[in-house]
C-alpha cells in the first residue's frame, strides 16, 4: 500500500462516517419524527414485522418476499440489548455501516474507504435511517478482509451470511470458490461447500417455519418480466428508462453511477497497478465482475433501473479504488464533499415535496 492510501486511519474515517450520518439523522428530523421517518425508509416497516416475528415466535407472520438475514440480526441484537426492534435497526446499520468502512481501507486504502463513506445518497440513507445494505456490504468486505488474511473458514461463514441478507452474495462465495478451485485447494473448496450447506440448512429450516421454504425466491418471481431473471445485458436497463422516463432527474443520477461502474472497471482493466493488484486477490474482481454482469443484466422493469444507485452500493468501494489516484488529496476530497452529500442523501430520503420544506428550513435559519 502505497503512502498516500495509508491515509485517513481507522480514527479519522469513523469521525467522517459518523459525522455524514449524523446529519442525515438530524435533516430528516427536521421534516417529521425521526422514528416514523425510519419506519417507512425503504423496506424497514417489513423487516421491522419480520424481526417482532420473530422476536415473539409467531413465525407465520414472516413475510416471504424478504430475505431473513437482515431482520433475523434485528432481532437477536433486540433480544441481546433488551431494546425495541427499529432501535436495533438503528444499531445494526450502524455498527455495520461503520464496519463496512473500515473493511474497506484494510481492502483498498483509506482514501477509497473515505471516498465511499460519503459519496453515494444511498449507502448514506440507509446508514443513517437503515437498511439491510449496510449489513450486506459489510459481511462481505469482511469476508474478504479474512480471505487476505487465508482464514478460510471464517470466509466461508461470512460470505454465507450476506447470501442470507442479500442473495447476490452467492456470487461471492463462487467467486472464491473458482479462485480456490483455480489454485487446486481443494481442502478450502470443500469448506466452503460445507460451510455454506450447513448456513443454507439453518436457514431453509427457518423459512419453513413460517411456510414456504423457497418463499425469498417465490417473492421475486413477481418482478421479472418472465420467468428469468435476467436479460441480455444493458437490455433490462434501457427497457426500464424507457418505461420509468417520467423520473427524469432520478434517471440522471441512475446514468452517472452506471458511468461510474462502466468506468471503474474499465480503469481495471487499463491501470496497471490496478490490475496487477487486482490479480493478486483474483476473487474480488470475479465478484465484482459477476455482480455487475447480473445488475446490466436483471430484468425487472422496476428495479433494473430505478434502483441501480442502490445495487450498486457492495461494489461500490472496489470501483472507487480503480478510479481514484495514489494522492493524500483524496482525504481532502471526502470531507469537502461530506455535508452536500449528507444533505443530498436527506433530500433523496424523504422524497421532493419535503426536500423543499427542508431546504426553505435551513435557508430560515
Excluded at 233 to 253: I, M
Aim: with cysteine.
Amino acid at each position: 500500500m502505497t503512502k498516500g492510501t495509508e491515509v485517513p486511519r481507522d480514527r479519522e474515517l469513523l469521525l467522517l462516517a459518523g459525522l455524514v450520518t449524523a446529519i442525515v439523522l438530524v435533516l430528516v428530523s427536521m421534516v417529521g419524527r425521526i422514528d416514523e421517518r425510519i419506519g417507512i425508509y425503504g423496506d424497514n416497516g417489513a423487516y421491522l414485522e419480520i424481526a417482532d416475528a420473530l422476536r415473539s415466535r409467531e413465525l407465520t407472520r414472516i413475510l416471504e418476499g424478504h430475505f431473513l438475514g437482515f431482520p433475523v440480526a434485528i432481532a437477536a441484537v433486540g433480544a441481546a440489548l433488551r431494546v425495541s426492534s427499529m432501535h436495533a435497526l438503528l444499531f445494526v446499520s450502524w455498527a455495520s455501516s461503520l464496519g463496512a468502512v473500515l473493511a474497506a481501507r484494510r481492502l483498498w486504502g483509506g482514501g477509497a474507504a473515505a471516498v465511499f463513506a460519503v459519496i453515494s445518497a444511498e449507502w448514506l440513507g440507509r446508514s443513517a435511517l437503515g437498511g439491510a445494505e449496510p449489513l450486506f456490504t459489510c459481511l462481505l468486505l469482511l469476508g474478504f478482509v479474512a480471505l487476505r488474511r487465508d482464514r478460510v473458514a471464517m470466509t466461508a461463514l461470512l460470505m454465507a451470511l450476506a447470501t442470507t441478507v442479500r442473495p447476490l452474495g452467492v456470487f461471492a462465495l463462487l467467486a472464491i470458490a473458482a479462485e480456490r478451485a483455480l489454485r487446486r485447494d481443494w481442502h478450502a473448496v470443500g469448506a466452503f461447500a460445507v460451510v455454506a450447506a450447513v448456513v443454507g440448512a439453518l436457514y431453509l429450516a427457518l423459512m419453513s417455519r413460517g411456510g414456504d421454504a423457497l418463499g425469498n425466491v417465490h417473492g421475486y418471481t413477481g418482478d421479472w418480466r418472465t420467468q428469468s431473471p435476467i436479460s441480455w445485458p444493458f437490455v433490462a436497463l434501457f427497457r426500464g428508462y424507457a418505461e420509468t422516463s417520467k423520473f427524469a432527474l432520478h434517471s440522471v443520477k441512475v446514468a452517472a453511477w452506471l458511468a461510474v461502474a462502466i468506468a471503474g472497471v474499465a480503469a481495471g482493466f487499463v491501470r496497471t497497478e490496478k490490475r496487477e493488484a487486482a490479480r493478486r486477490h483474483a476473487a474480488e474482481p470475479l465478484f465484482v465482475a459477476a455482480y455487475l454482469l447480473f445488475l446490466v443484466s436483471y430484468d425487472s422493469p422496476e428495479w433494473s433501473w430505478l434502483e441501480f444507485p442502490r445495487f450498486l452500493v457492495p461494489v461500490l468501494p472496489f470501483l472507487i479504488w480503480t478510479l481514484l489516484p495514489n494522492s493524500p488529496r483524496v482525504r481532502w476530497f471526502a470531507w469537502a464533499v461530506a455535508v452536500p452529500s449528507a444533505l443530498f442523501a436527506a433530500m433523496t430520503a424523504v422524497g421532493v415535496r419535503e426536500s423543499m420544506g427542508l431546504i426553505g428550513h435551513l435557508l430560515r435559519r
